[in-house]
């Protein structure tokens, strides 16, 4: 099976910068729309942005201006850099791909275990 690998994530505070990238394990032909979500305590996972394979963009109306998400399809990684973060950005941000082919699989949904992004006030 294939595994999504976050690396990043932290302890931040408020206003300050964090980045957190992702890649799937093993040997990959080729990833379909990729993004990162996120659940705070409490509350459900929701959108964060995601970015297609001709890296058009979306982002909830939350981050606009402050995130960007960009991928590298030579290195099938997916980045999130969160700029001037805030005390409601504390959460568990997990990367997501809708679909990926290996030599062996053709998956869809694929998630990572999550990375903790904690934003001190």
């Known amino acids: 099976q294939v595994q999504l690998v976050e690396s990043g994530g932290g302890l931040v505070q408020a206003g300050e910068s964090l980045s957190v990238s992702c890649v799937p394990s093993?040997?990959?032909?080729?990833?379909?729309?990729m993004g990162w979500y996120r659940q705070a305590p409490g509350k459900e996972r929701e959108l964060v942005a995601t970015?297609?394979?001709?890296?058009?963009?979306e982002y909830a109306d939350a981050v606009k201006g402050r995130f960007t998400i960009s991928r590298d399809n030579g290195k099938n990684t997916v980045y999130l850099q969160m700029n001037s973060l805030k005390p409601e950005d504390t959460a568990v941000y997990y990367c997501?791909?809708?679909?990926?082919?290996?030599?062996?699989?053709?998956?869809?949904?694929?998630w990572g275990q999550g990375t903790l992004v904690t934003v001190s006030s």
């Open positions: 997501y791909v809708d679909s990926i082919i290996t030599p062996r699989y053709r998956l869809r949904e694929v």
């Open positions: 970015i297609t394979c001709s890296l058009s963009t």
């Open positions: 093993g040997i990959i032909f080729s990833i379909g729309v």
